[in-house]
Each structure stands twice: as structure tokens, then as C-alpha cells.
């Protein structure tokens, strides 16, 4: 049987349909604070990927420079610049030990005076600087010739 209308059976079926304003309002924050938590999540996984990035990119660049510098002798070469790639390096040494004297087998001075250097390595992309890191290298420099027989 079908209510009558204006009956009170009516009016209570037509109260129950639909949603109110308050619980559209309700459920529109809970969607929006969801969204704002996975946009921050979002944000800080794409920051991550950058930083990741460009520590590839400095490990990447200081291994070449460390490489190229095997060919650099610090005692000749106390500075310098080169490009590697898309990378400039620009090296500064500094005496760390005093140059000595090298030795033969036979206790006697060798034909090179070798020193302990710290090179300090900047390497710049576009001008910006990537990173700076130091290293040891042994320099060295010819003072004697050798004797003829």
C-alpha cells in the first residue's frame, strides 16, 4: 500500500533521501586533506629523485676528476683548471711534508725530490658548484741526472 500524501509516513521516506549539506562538507574535507596528504608525499618523492640526481651526478664527477688527476703532478702543477665533459675541475695544491730527497736501494739520494701535497678539487656544472673534496697525492721533481757510465 502506497502512503497518502501529507500522511507522516511521507514525510519520513522524503528525510531519509539524499545527503545533507553537512555530510557533503564532511566528506569533501576528508577528500581534500587525503589529497593534500598525497600531494606532500608526492612533493618529497620528486624532492628525493632531484637530491638522488645530483648525487649521481657529484660522485659521477668527482670520479672522473679523481682519475684525470692520477695524470697531474702536484709538485709541477700546483694548480690548475680542466673540463671534463660538461664539468670544469679547478685544483689547488698544498705542501702537507716537506720535499725530501728520494733514496735508491744504496742509501743514496735518488734523482727526485717528492713531496706530500693536498689538492683541493672544485668542480662546477654551468657554473654552479657541484661539490669540493681533497685527496693526497705524492708530487715530485727531477734535481739530480743520472750518472753515466
Known sequence: MLPIAGSPAMHEKRGQVGFSLLEAIVALTILATAGLALFAAMNQSV?????????RLADSAVRNAMAWME????????????RLGDVDLRWQSELVEPSRNSMTGHLQAGLFEVGLY????????DGQLLTTTQIRRVGYRQVREPDRL
Open 47 to 55: 624532492q628525493m629523485a632531484q637530491r638522488v640526481e645530483q648525487a
Open 118 to 125: 693536498t689538492v683541493t678539487l672544485d668542480l662546477r656544472r
Open 71 to 82: 695524470t697531474v703532478n702536484p709538485a709541477l702543477a700546483p694548480s690548475g683548471e680542466q
